[in-house]
């Protein structure tokens, strides 16, 4: 076995289940650390700083940018999000696996960053699924719909940069999938060199 | 998930302990298929053509040489032996997969053959265990024992040119990570595509 951890990317279009797999998956792995993202937004009540984010001032983050501290960041509704290097690079010194839960730009761009992690692309058993689950959150408008399932098709051509294709037909089944490429790619020769 | 299937090839030293791994695999993954040898060796009694294998007179065997219909062979004790290319590529034509045990030096030249297959190499937890395996079978004599552990030391080498490195350190988690990697291998963003 390898003894160092690995960077285990998790993405795929909106609307796919990561955030509910990637919840299953830490519950059947206790030992996967989760990548905890940095942010400038203000912490909620109950949320506690190197847990669920780590909370930066505005200045601070930048000085991150500016100094290469992010595999990846992204700007929403005037607040920066973004993945600390440092977290991850010590996570894996220390032989354990971390993963990331990320959208599909944003997995590309830590892929540029770091591309020795694994890179897993979720997808819908069919466009017509993912589809219903789109319109099964509820409220969105017809408008937002067609958007989204465009956004989503594009996002279904990038997969050819990732590394491994997971479909999420059924919940157990997909984290199984996921726990043997993770296996498997401690089991790597080159992995062990 | 791939419609084609894979070729599993199943290797590592003399005593490391394939044959048991390989049969608590089939029980384990019962749509596995196993690779049938052929040889030029009289059936026993209870053998079964095309079961335990594809007897061939010699000047069958050696005009399957000839023809390239074999992804190895080797000659012992005045018989043939090899691995016939159709039955394997019949086989992952109809998506199963097929899993293949066998020693390194033949394990290396399917590879020259077939470099498309998952090449698995098992290994010892440690030297030391191998050489209880390996005295452990009873009636060897000192040299024999010494040269075979030689062999086993000179093979460990060859792992650089395979794919995967499984410990045998305990039947069920060997076949867990064989399991972990063939599935795995299929979910593989090139296998899919």
Known sequence: MS???LLIVLSGPSGVGKGTVCSALRS????????????????????VDGINYFFKG??????????DQLLEYAEYV?????????????????G???????????ALKVKEKFPEGIF?????????????RI??????TQAVIDHRMSVAVDELDL?????????????????KRIESIIIAEHCKVRAQR
């Open 3 to 5: 003894t160092k951890g």
């Open 28 to 47: 059947r792995v206790p030992d996967l650390i989760y990548s905890v993202s940095a942010t400038t937004r203000q912490p909620r009540l109950g949320e």
């Open 58 to 67: 505005r200045d601070q983050f930048l000085s991150m940018i500016e100094n």
């Open 78 to 94: 005037g607040n920066y999000y973004g993945t600390p290097r440092d977290f991850v690079e010590e996570t894996i010194a220390n």
């Open 96 to 106: 354990k696996d971390i993963i990331l839960e990320i959208e599909v730009q944003g």
């Open 120 to 132: 897993i692309f979720l997808t819908p058993p069919s466009l017509d699924e993912l589809k219903d």
């Open 135 to 140: 319109v099964g959150r509820g409220t969105e």
């Open 159 to 175: 997969i050819k940069h990732y590394d491994y294709a997971v479909v999420n037909d059924e919940i157990n089944q997909a984290c």
